[in-house]
């Protein structure tokens, strides 16, 4: 069965760092544009960062900009999001999500099945 898979949350103090990761299993994860999304509670679900399956561009939100950095290995068929310098606001569950096309909360072939986040002194 084709699926994501995250891993990596857990428990941080602010200012910590944290890697996730998103395994692809049954397809093959460098054809499609990979994205993170966090919803923290009472909260809409957003959009965190996503890299492109052309070019490998990146793209961030405003609020990670310059402490998350996005990257593949396609050996490993997975994505990770390097996460530096967290903050309590960074507290979520985190998806990744995969779509051939373009990924997007709205677009997206498989999403996963979330990973907590939690930062806290």
């Known amino acids: 069965q084709a699926q994501l898979v995250e891993s990596g949350g857990g428990l941080v103090q602010p200012g910590g760092s944290l890697r996730l990761s998103c395994t692809a299993s049954?397809?093959?994860?460098?054809?499609?544009?990979v994205g993170w999304f966090r919803q923290a509670p009472g909260k809409e679900r957003e959009g965190v960062s996503c890299?492109?399956?052309?070019?490998?561009?990146?793209y961030y939100a405003d609020s990670v900009k310059g402490r998350f950095t996005i990257s593949r290995d396609n050996a490993k068929n997975t994505v990770y999001l390097q996460m530096n310098s967290l903050k309590v606001e960074d507290t979520a569950v985190y998806y990744c999500?995969?779509?051939?096309?373009?990924?997007?909360?709205?677009?997206?072939?498989?999403w996963g099945q979330g990973t907590q986040v939690t930062v806290s002194s």
């Open positions: 890299i492109s399956n052309r070019d490998n561009t990146s």
């Open positions: 999500a995969a779509d051939p096309f373009g990924v997007s909360l709205q677009r997206h072939d498989y």
């Open positions: 049954g397809f093959t994860l460098r054809h499609y544009a």
